[in-house]
């Protein structure tokens, strides 16, 4: 009797071992890439562009190209990249204090150029590398090493929205906000990441992918008590859903 | 090719497309933006690519992702833009990626002034940004130089994956002058095997550009490979092929004084010299071509044979530093300079050097 395979590692996907923190969302989702790349046929023309952060080494968890870029700047990297081979499939993968803080400028006119490229942006409201400060994505409230007491709205601001700042530009062609705290979330996001390296691929334009992720360690809690906070704090806040999708991608999927 | 009448940021922008670069990303300042303009209108005649980025960051960044993809890539800066780069040129040099980078120095520190200075030369010789790293600096003094130098350059960048920087001043970058221009160089994207998105047969399995090493064994090995880097560079221009670029002498080898400047300031000091000799004074003149490495050899030699060295800039003295340190205390040097925009005379240099050879 033969075995018959029914699930394996995307060919995208590295054998190299997840550095991350137990419970991290970043494994799923560098899964979700590899695979939307599988099925798209790309993986021997995409190239990648690795933040600083705690993704500083997703290359290392890729079998392709990458760039690794300075924090904040990987879609300037970008940009440089697929202006010089635009048969290439170029992404960049970045947290919320490379691309809303530091790379806040990159970010916006990258899009606003309507760069080929597509963003994966993982928004989990702390910085996690650095040992968990305060984000512009961090909600009021949220204490974290750089706001003890909290986040105060009247001295550190709200939490920043890309999704919905991105959205009123009018180059990008896709701008969507997605998450993994459910089986059917992570389909959905599964299908996002698709449809934005689909959009690439046919040459439509810059896409823009937000994942609201957890970071259990720097939160200080289990990873399944994290997604029930994310469910129950972030979403509220950061609300699921497209906010722009210039070409119907989800309709015509 | 014919000569023809150009104004130096504009020989930099054409000898780079002849050089096989199709790709400059840049962002407005004073006073370069001849060069821009000029590419902006050029590489979209030969299928380049032009972006005018948000930032000086963003566009050094954008040299950095089209260098790391293969690309003959440039940008172009003055003074305070060539600050904001100093980050992406750490990284490139980190991961050794090939670019050329032109400053046409302006006054500073700070906002400064628009007016030509040389005052970026600890900056362009010293790293500039953070790390144990080195480029080459290239100082033309002619229009004619700006072109020649841009190729080599390009050539120079690619053969050392290090990044080149162009040194010129807002004198040289205004300035129009005839020019031959050399034949195009049909440069192929696809000549780097380690290049992101490299197509030929032989590719590598994956090909990754980083200046990551965490591990502090990787890093020290990868320091000192840059450094070993660096020593063959420096061979290459203290004794080997690159030995005559690196450096003019004029009328060196009965002086007893020598005037050393380079640059605009070099053609003044080339009046001085002449100046000198018709009043009986026995002046030459050494010119670094290259900035670094730095030609130390001719002024250990010519320690031996001259009584004294004096430097001109349009700084308050920074060249000066590898010169006192390349004469090694074996004669005495001394600095005259102008800053803030003022181009120093041939008249007040003069006078300078009267005061040192005749002080009475």
Same mark, same amino acid.
């Given at each position: 009797?033969?075995?018959?395979?029914?699930?394996?590692?995307?060919?995208?996907?590295?054998?190299?071992?997840?550095?991350?923190?137990?419970?991290?969302?970043?494994?799923?989702?560098?899964?979700?890439?590899?695979?939307?790349?599988?099925?798209?046929?790309?993986?021997?023309?995409?190239?990648?562009?690795?933040?600083?952060?705690?993704?500083?080494?997703?290359?290392?968890?890729?079998?392709?190209?990458?760039?690794?870029?300075?924090?904040?700047?990987?879609?300037? /990297? $970008?940009?440089?990249? @697929?202006?010089?081979?635009?048969?290439?499939?170029? &992404?960049?993968? #970045?947290?919320? +204090?490379?691309?809303?803080?530091?790379?806040?400028?990159?970010?916006?006119?990258?899009?606003?150029?309507?760069?080929?490229?597509?963003?994966?942006?993982?928004?989990?409201?702390?910085?996690?590398?650095?040992?968990?400060?305060?984000?512009?994505?961090?909600?009021?409230?949220?204490?974290?090493?750089?706001?003890?007491?909290?986040?105060?709205?009247?001295?550190?601001?709200?939490?920043?929205?890309?999704?919905?700042?991105?959205?009123?530009?009018?180059?990008?062609?896709?701008?969507?906000?997605?998450?993994?705290?459910? /089986? $059917?979330?992570?389909? @959905?996001?599964?299908?996002?990441?698709?449809?934005? &390296?689909?959009? #690439?691929?046919? +040459?439509?334009?810059?896409?823009?992918?937000?994942?609201?992720?957890?970071?259990?360690?720097?939160?200080?809690?289990?990873?399944?008590?994290?997604?029930?906070?994310?469910?129950?704090?972030?979403?509220?806040?950061?609300?699921?859903?497209?906010?722009?999708?210039?070409?119907?991608?989800?309709?015509?999927? | 090719?014919?000569?023809?009448?150009?104004?130096?940021?504009?020989?930099?922008?054409?000898?780079?497309?002849?050089?096989?670069?199709?790709?400059?990303?840049?962002?407005?300042?004073?006073?370069?933006?001849?060069?821009?303009?000029?590419?902006?209108?050029?590489?979209?005649?030969?299928?380049?690519?032009?972006?005018?980025?948000?930032?000086?960051?963003?566009?050094?960044?954008?040299?950095?992702?089209?260098?790391?993809?293969?690309?003959?890539?440039?940008?172009?800066?003055?003074?305070?833009?060539?600050?904001?780069?100093?980050?992406?040129?750490?990284?490139?040099?980190?991961?050794?990626?090939?670019?050329?980078?032109?400053?046409?120095?302006?006054?500073?520190?700070?906002?400064?002034?628009?007016?030509?200075?040389?005052?970026?030369?600890?900056?362009?010789?010293?790293?500039?940004?953070?790390?144990?790293?080195?480029?080459?600096?290239?100082?033309?003094?002619?229009?004619?130089?700006?072109?020649?130098?841009?190729?080599?350059?390009?050539?120079?960048?690619?053969?050392?994956?290090?990044?080149?920087?162009?040194?010129?001043?807002?004198?040289?970058?205004?300035?129009?002058?005839?020019?031959?221009?050399?034949?195009?160089?049909?440069?192929?994207?696809?000549?780097?095997?380690?290049?992101?998105?490299?197509?030929?047969?032989?590719?590598?399995?994956?090909?990754?550009?980083?200046?990551?090493?965490?591990?502090?064994?990787?890093?020290?090995?990868?320091?000192?490979?840059?450094?070993?880097?660096?020593?063959?560079?420096?061979?290459?221009?203290?004794?080997?092929?690159?030995?005559?670029?690196?450096?003019?002498?004029?009328?060196?080898?009965?002086?007893?004084?020598?005037?050393?400047?380079?640059?605009?300031?070099?053609?003044?000091?080339?009046?001085?010299?002449?100046?000198?000799?018709?009043?009986?004074?026995?002046?030459?003149?050494?010119?670094?071509?290259?900035?670094?490495?730095?030609?130390?050899?001719?002024?250990?030699?010519?320690?031996?044979?001259?009584?004294?060295?004096?430097?001109?800039?349009?700084?308050?003295?920074?060249?000066?530093?590898?010169?006192?340190?390349?004469?090694?205390?074996?004669?005495?040097?001394?600095?005259?300079?102008?800053?803030?925009?003022?181009?120093?005379?041939?008249?007040?240099?003069?006078?300078?050097?009267?005061?040192?050879?005749?002080?009475?």
């Amino acid at each position: 009797m033969t075995m018959k395979k029914v699930f394996s590692r995307p060919a995208s996907l590295s054998k190299t071992p997840f550095h991350y923190c137990p419970g991290c969302d970043h494994g799923v989702i560098h899964r979700l890439v590899a695979e939307a790349i599988d099925e798209l046929e790309v993986g021997d023309r995409t190239i990648g562009v690795a933040p600083v952060g705690c993704s500083v080494f997703a290359y290392d968890y890729f079998n392709f190209d990458f760039n690794q870029a300075a924090h904040g700047r990987a879609p300037a /990297v $970008a940009t440089g990249i @697929k202006r010089t081979r635009p048969d290439s499939i170029v &992404f960049t993968y #970045q947290g919320d +204090g490379d691309l809303a803080a530091i790379g806040t400028a990159e970010i916006i006119h990258a899009a606003n150029r309507g760069e080929k490229m597509t963003v994966i942006f993982v928004n989990n409201a702390i910085y996690g590398m650095t040992g968990g400060q305060m984000a512009p994505t961090t909600l009021i409230g949220m204490k974290t090493q750089t706001s003890p007491y909290g986040r105060d709205a009247a001295t550190a601001g709200n939490p920043i929205k890309m999704s919905e700042m991105i959205a009123t530009l009018e180059s990008p062609v896709y701008v969507t906000r997605v998450t993994i705290n459910s /089986v $059917a979330n992570l389909m @959905k996001a599964k299908k996002a990441i698709y449809n934005a &390296f689909k959009l #690439q691929k046919e +040459g439509k334009g810059f896409s823009f992918v937000e994942v609201v992720a957890i970071c259990p360690t720097n939160w200080g809690k289990k990873p399944a008590d994290s997604h029930k906070w994310l469910t129950e704090n972030m979403l509220p806040v950061f609300p699921l859903g497209t906010f722009k999708d210039t070409f119907g991608v989800e309709k015509s999927a | 090719m014919a000569k023809v009448l150009m104004k130096g940021n504009e020989a930099i922008g054409e000898a780079a497309v002849l050089a096989g670069c199709r790709y400059y990303f840049g962002y407005p300042i004073t006073p370069q933006s001849e060069l821009p303009a000029y590419l902006a209108k050029r590489l979209p005649e030969v299928d380049g690519v032009f972006v005018q980025a948000e930032s000086e960051v963003a566009a050094i960044n954008m040299v950095y992702g089209a260098g790391s993809a293969g690309a003959r890539v440039m940008t172009s800066s003055s003074s305070p833009g060539i600050s904001l780069k100093q980050e992406g040129i750490s990284y490139i040099a980190g991961a050794e990626v090939p670019c050329l980078i032109v400053n046409v120095m302006r006054g500073g520190p700070g906002l400064g002034n628009i007016a030509p200075a040389q005052s970026d030369y600890w900056q362009s010789t010293r790293g500039g940004g953070h790390g144990d790293y080195r480029t080459i600096v290239l100082a033309p003094n002619s229009v004619q130089e700006m072109a020649d130098m841009t190729i080599t350059g390009f050539d120079l960048s690619d053969r050392f994956r290090n990044p080149v920087l162009l040194l010129s001043d807002g004198v040289l970058g205004q300035m129009m002058e005839p020019v031959n221009l050399p034949e195009p160089n049909d440069y192929d994207i696809n000549s780097k095997k380690w290049a992101l998105g490299y197509r030929g047969n032989d590719k590598n399995e994956r090909n990754l550009c980083s200046s990551i090493f965490l591990d502090n064994d990787e890093l020290e090995e990868h320091n000192w490979h840059l450094y070993q880097k660096y020593q063959v560079i420096t061979d290459l221009f203290s004794k080997g092929e690159y030995k005559d670029f690196a450096v003019e002498e004029h009328l060196c080898d009965d002086a007893e004084i020598i005037l050393v400047g380079y640059g605009i300031i070099s053609r003044i000091l080339k009046t001085v010299v002449e100046k000198c000799r018709k009043r009986g004074i026995k002046a030459g003149l050494i010119r670094p071509k290259v900035l670094w490495p730095f030609p130390t050899a001719v002024f250990e030699r010519l320690a031996k044979t001259a009584s004294q060295f004096l430097v001109v800039e349009m700084s308050c003295g920074q060249m000066v530093e590898d010169v006192k340190l390349s004469v090694d205390g074996k004669k005495p040097v001394f600095f005259f300079g102008r800053t803030g925009g003022t181009v120093p005379s041939d008249f007040e240099i003069l006078n300078e050097v009267d005061k040192l050879v005749r002080p009475d």
